[in-house]
């Protein structure tokens, strides 16, 4: 079973921020908390990851509070191509280990 | 970054036959994973596949089923046999980039419609 839990949806209006939850309250000292979210009918992409700093790329931010056990991806400024299932994952950082996916949260951005 | 092809990237197949999926990668890498996503569901792994052994499978997913190939480290197929209604879903391999952040990369995804 995936250790992550998401809310099913979400809803945001265009241009504002979208923040988005998971809680992974049994994770290990030497996991990662992963996000990636796939558009329909593609493959999931990539987004972030961080161990317990917060984070930042071009695409978005991580929030992960103190205790690890929760985290929060914000898109600062939600556009409609965002409208994905976005997907919280945590896993180790070395390679060789394959994604247990949850059932993510669908994210709709709206005019 | 990897860049994948994975193809066909639709088929519709008859019951009792079976369908090939080809899987091709930009560069070389030691695992491909393969997925399985049925409809509005989440992904599910079915199988781990390094060149020069067997495919690694998950519970649930059987070698006589979900044959793979791994003839190099740039190439793999994925083979789903003795097709029922029940394997419609679309199929995904992945590779890691590798590195630091080792994120995963995915093909576009096989859409299989067994009728």
């Known amino acids: 079973d995936a250790k992550t839990t998401q809310p099913p949806s979400m809803d945001c209006a265009e241009g504002r921020a979208a923040n988005l939850p998971c809680n992974h309250s049994?994770?290990?000292?030497?996991?990662?908390v992963y996000w990636y979210r796939q558009i329909h009918s593609q493959g999931p992409q990539y987004i972030i990851h961080?161990?317990?700093n917060n984070e930042t790329n071009e695409m978005a931010s991580l929030i992960i509070t103190e205790d690890r056990k929760s985290s929060t991806l914000i898109l600062p400024h939600a556009t409609l191509r965002d409208t994905a299932v976005y997907y919280c994952i945590v896993r180790v950082a070395q390679s060789g280990y394959a994604l247990n996916f949850g059932k993510g949260t669908s994210l709709l951005v709206t005019p | 970054s990897a860049v994948i092809s994975q193809k066909p990237s639709r088929d519709i197949c008859q019951r009792g036959t079976s369908l090939t999926i080809q899987c091709q990668v930009d560069s070389q890498v030691t695992m491909m994973f393969w997925y399985r996503q049925q409809p509005g569901q989440s992904l599910t792994l079915i199988a781990t596949?390094?060149?020069?052994?067997?495919?690694?499978?998950e519970s649930g997913f059987v070698i006589d089923k979900f044959p793979i190939s791994r003839p190099n480290l740039t190439f793999s197929t994925l083979t789903v046999s003795n097709l029922s209604p029940e394997d419609s879903s679309i199929y995904l391999c992945?590779?890691?980039?590798?590195?630091?952040?080792?994120?995963?990369?995915f093909g576009q995804g096989t859409r299989l419609t067994v009728v």
């Open positions: 992945s590779v890691e980039g590798g590195g630091e952040i080792t994120e995963a990369f």
């Open positions: 961080g161990l317990k």
């Open positions: 596949a390094n060149q020069g052994s067997e495919a690694t499978y």
């Open positions: 049994t994770i290990s000292g030497n996991e990662y």
